[in-house]
């Protein structure tokens, strides 16, 4: 009887190692993904010209009074904030930039968007809810490959 202890025992033991061994699980994918595609009719502020029927995504973002950057840089001037958190905001692409840090949240990924004031910018993914540092928001679409043929229009505004 002992020895069927001691080997249950022996099991439990190298059944614990090989759990521990194999680590914290990986973090999954975003889990708050920019959600609710819509369309709505957006003017260049600098060219005047239109991009009727864009789709926009809403995004949660951590909190409210986020700031909104004039460039994917933390040391960009801030045009602007998105004073309400939560799934309020609504943002049209995203981009890489530099990385933007946060306590010991960090991210690279940037959202572009019109902060409350009217003003075009980029927010910083640090501040959306889900996800881990350095992905992008598994909901946000991602610029498309704008190209076409002989004469081409620049990159919409918010894509720059």
Known sequence: MTSI???LTALALVLAGLVCA????AHATDNVP???ATKRDLVDPNTGRSWPGT?????????????????RSPRAAVVGYLEQGGAANWFVTEMKGETFR???????????????????????????AGGGNNED????????????ANSCPPPPFWAR
């Open 5 to 7: 202890k001691h080997s």
């Open 137 to 148: 928001d598994a909901g946000l679409l991602m610029p498309g490959g704008y190209t076409c």
């Open 34 to 36: 920019c959600h609710g």
């Open 55 to 71: 789709t926009v995504m809403y995004c949660n973002l951590t909190r409210g009074h986020v700031p909104v950057y004039a460039a």
């Open 22 to 25: 194999t680590g914290p699980q």
């Open 102 to 128: 946060a306590g010991s949240a960090e991210n690279y990924w940037w959202g572009s968007t019109k902060a409350d004031n009217g003003r075009w910018g980029w927010v910083p993914e640090v501040f959306f």
